[in-house]
């Protein structure tokens, strides 16, 4: 059994002071307030009112392991904006390019899989590449996809092998698996062309594969091309790489499919006309986002980037003749605790802990590794002591200590003082494996 977790130093003391400050002084259960309380909205239709929603449908031609993998994940059925980017012309068969615009969160990644796992399915030499701006999107893709394509064979493919001659020669052990690779700058891992079946790359890394590929005449077997976070083509420093790649797959002279995707794309039809492909784009959220600013701690509603900075401009007027005040929807009272003098962490600890209570996740930026680590500290000494917590949740966290404990590195300080209440936090000096946990 674990050790007991530390306590923060406010607990003992101040708890009840919390949920009164934090949870708009109701006992810990009641109702949230309305702020943290989701709005309600129109169900996403399900697979049983559109079969087409179903991964498993005929239509999508998805191996039945690849179907279980995906629900193994989570993922049942697909969205209908999915359903209906999936089935464009040529989409599926490969035939066509795509190029695509999503919100963050309304599941762009899914597609591109579907459509890349199709390619590299089609033969036992099929290759793709996928592209992506940061090294930690690339560790996070490559552990992903491992799980997506885990236990699936390709097998025979429609292709005999050669006999006895090449019965001679050992046959590889992972020969029909789907080997997924990772390439990025600083890696240990010094993978080849002919060691992976999906490379999961930086743009810097993706070029030089590409290069090196089309040197020693293997790009033949490369079938697709991912682009995420495309819009980085416009990027001042790194874009002309991502152009460059893109322009020397397009000018191969054999079947490759590209396929771009970003949320924040403004120049969609240009890329398309670009890629000679469909285009594709949608607004849809499976969870509505509301914006809000908290200046002063006062909670005031906007509902664009643009109102944001029309209310900043409202408060801060102190002429009598601007336009009228903004009335705020909440205000959050002042601490008494010296920690929590400064209005902007006050309130970040309180709306955290409200959320948090209310039995939804939280995600805080900040804007240091010292701020990262200080908001983790003072939002985990509000929240419900360990002993108040189910026994599950009790159970998980000392497992999650214990993991990090295990590790190389061993476990940080400040996490093992967190992670009891329920918090934690990740910077890029944590090092990569505690960062899969955290």
Known sequence: MADKPK?????TTTLQAARDQYADGAPVGALPSEYSQRQAFAATPTSTVDPLL???????????QLVANFAALGIRSIYPWQKQCLLGPGLLTGEKNLVYSAPTGGGKSL??????LKRVLESRDAKAILVLPYVALVQEKVRWLRNVVSN???GDLGQKEQDDRRKLWARRADK???RVVGFF???KIKATWADFDIAVCTIEKANSLVNAAIEDCSISSLRAVILDECHMIDDGYRGYL???????VLCLGQPVQIIGMSATLTNIELLKNWLQGHSYETHYRPVPIDEHLVYEGKIYAAGTTASLLKTVNQLDSRSQFSEPRVQPLRIIRPSDHKELKDAVRNAVVALANEAARAGYGVLVFSSSRAGCESDAILISRVMPMFAEVDPATQEKRLDLLGDLRSLSTGLDPKLEQTIPFGVAFHRPSIDALAGRFC
Do not use: C, N, Q
């Open 176 to 178: 029909d698996t789907i």
């Open 242 to 248: 991502l152009e460059l790649m893109t322009t020397k």
């Open 111 to 116: 597609v591109a899989d579907i459509l890349m």
């Open 54 to 64: 179903s991964l498993s449908h005929p239509a999508y031609g998805l191996p039945s």
């Open 7 to 11: 306590l923060g130093i406010w607990h």
């Open 185 to 187: 700058g600083g890696s």
């Open 152 to 154: 699936i064979l390709r």
